[in-house]
């Protein structure tokens, strides 16, 4: 995969991410995709469709941004992304965090996610 389609992988994840279409999300992740977030975790494919479903409708106005995505020669990506969601931390004000997560790519697709931090952040 090159840096330019690994980069284009990654901006169709979070443009997903940031629509209306979860089912789109078959087409990004592989089969046997595993999401590693610790405070989310997700069964395959179909769990990560039905948090995107109630992440949608808890934050309808969440929005990602991908700030930096640096690749790895083993087939992985760091990535850094800001979101920011009215109610995101628990009040009724938009509120910005700065997530950073390690994929593992291949064939074409995302095979897995693990957020390694997350941080405040500010919206600008």
Not at 48 to 74: G, H, K, Q, W
Request: glycine letters at 8%; hydrophobic letters at 40%.
């Amino acid at each position: 995969m090159t840096s330019r389609e690994l980069h284009a992988l990654v901006n169709r994840y979070f443009e997903v991410l940031n629509g209306a279409e979860p089912e789109l999300l078959r087409e990004i992740l592989a089969d046997d995709f595993r999401d590693e977030d610790p405070l989310a975790a997700s069964a395959g494919v179909e769990g990560v469709i039905a948090r995107f479903r109630l992440y949608r409708a808890v934050l309808p106005d969440a929005r990602s941004v991908v700030e930096n995505v640096v690749p790895s020669d083993d087939g992985t990506a760091l990535v850094s992304r800001k979101t920011r969601a009215t109610g995101l931390d628990g009040s009724t004000e938009p509120a910005c965090y700065r997530y950073r997560a390690q994929m593992t790519l291949g064939g074409g697709r995302i095979r897995s996610h693990h957020v390694i931090s997350v941080a405040p952040a500010r919206w600008e």
